[in-house]
């Protein structure tokens, strides 16, 4: 059996923690874990992603305190950390704390004044698997901030601060997908995101449809170097473009014709990853046309399609998940399957007919296993809801 126990949020067990912890009565926040469905390394690109929340997450406690220190309790690290006024680290420590504290920096650094506060964090996104756990972190973190404070901040700019997190604290040059989904998923719904404009729509999933998301147990950073490779050869080739056409401010803006026309001038593998990107951009905007339109075969068939160009031209797929992905679509009830997020390991996202999904998810895990030796976790999740407030029930 694949299919890994749930470790359920529990909000009353995490107002206990904070109790014992510090005392105190907290307000808590929920912010999920997202899977993406299509639309890789396209989002830095100003191009276009289709991920959903999932009903995996952070949560987080928070009260104010009175003595002028800020204490983070991680229940999953079994773990505190404590500063008095003016002692918080400038930079990353490569700790978690990393990311709550990345937080505090970057409302501070918006002019937002955060008090001295009290906060536990508990989570269940798998992390390493390429299912946005710091994102999670992050999204829930702000929410609890914010709450102390009398700002009010839209969720577009919500996504923007907490991207500014990873990027200038953490030091991962990530996109605005996972940031933006945890701030603005909704439940049994997909999410088509602009990602220059921050324009979105939601696509309803089918409710005969089940999302699978199969963890190949490879361990995926995206403050690992390959990401910000793929990163530099795409701004490698759409420099190149640019200088032929100078509108093509972002890879976004180019279209097949030009990569045609100009394509030989860049080195092969730059090549391939700007081709990857500009037929990524136009799968994924076609992928929402057939979610909506309920085309399952054509969304199917258009994942693996981003599953191939992932795999072969931007290279960013593994042994391992290549192995996930053809194990997948030789089982009954698979509408589509690819690699999801950052690449390189992590999981991958299965789009299956929701009565045989039980079957399914054990079968992968047991052809997987064949194939490779590894046991695997399998998932079954739903769409969820955005980041919000929670209450003990
Ligand atoms: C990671 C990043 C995202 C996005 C994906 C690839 O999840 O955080 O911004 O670039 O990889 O699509």
């Given at each position: 059996m694949g299919e890994r126990e749930r470790n359920m949020l529990d909000v009353s067990l995490v107002g206990e923690i904070h109790h014992k912890q510090f005392g105190g009565d907290p307000k808590f926040f929920l912010a999920p874990g997202r899977v993406n469905l299509i639309g890789e390394h396209t989002d830095y690109a100003g191009g276009f992603v289709m991920p959903a929340a999932i009903d995996f997450g952070t949560l987080a406690s928070v009260s104010a305190r009175r003595d002028g220190r800020i204490e983070i309790w991680s229940e999953n690290f079994a773990e505190g950390v404590t500063f008095g006024p003016g002692e918080l680290p400038r930079t990353r420590q490569k700790h978690w704390s990393d990311y709550p504290l990345g937080v505090v920096w970057a409302l501070r650094e918006a002019g937002i004044e955060v008090p001295p506060f009290s906060m536990a964090l508990q989570g269940d996104?798998?992390?390493?698997?390429?299912?946005s756990s710091s994102a999670s972190i992050e999204v829930a973190t702000a929410l609890a901030l914010l709450s102390l404070t009398n700002a009010a901040m839209p969720r577009a700019e919500l996504a923007k601060l907490c991207q500014r997190v990873e990027n200038q604290y953490v030091g991962a040059s990530s996109g605005i997908m996972d940031q933006f989904i945890a701030c603005n998923g909704a439940e049994d719904h997909a999410l088509l995101l602009d990602c220059r404009s921050l324009e979105f729509r939601l696509a309803p999933i089918p409710s005969h449809l089940s999302l699978v998301i199969a963890n190949t147990m490879v361990k995926h950073s995206i403050a690992g170097g390959e990401y910000g490779i793929r990163r530099g050869e795409v701004e490698q080739g759409t420099a190149i473009l640019r200088s032929h056409?100078?509108?093509?401010?972002?890879?976004?803006?180019?279209t097949p014709a030009d990569l045609e026309k100009?394509?030989?001038?860049?080195p092969d593998n730059v090549l391939r990853r700007c081709r990857h990107v500009i037929t990524e951009n136009l799968r994924t905007v076609a992928a929402a046309d057939a979610l909506e339109a309920g085309n399952l075969r054509r969304l199917g068939d258009l994942m693996a399609a981003a599953h191939v160009s992932y795999r072969d031209d931007f290279e960013a797929s593994c042994e391992e998940a290549d192995a996930m992905v053809e194990a997948a679509q030789r089982l009954?009830?698979?509408i589509g399957a690819r690699l999801t997020g950052g690449g390189f390991g992590g999981c991958t996202v299965n789009l299956v007919e929701l009565e045989r999904a039980r079957g399914f998810a054990e079968r992968l895990h047991d052809d997987y296993k064949a194939a490779t030796g590894i046991d695997a976790d399998i998932y079954q999740c739903h769409a969820s809801s955005a980041a919000r407030e929670v209450e003990i029930v």
């Open positions: 996104v798998p992390l390493g698997a390429g299912l056409r100078p509108e093509i401010a972002l890879l976004r803006d180019a100009w394509g030989h001038e860049m009954p009830g698979l």
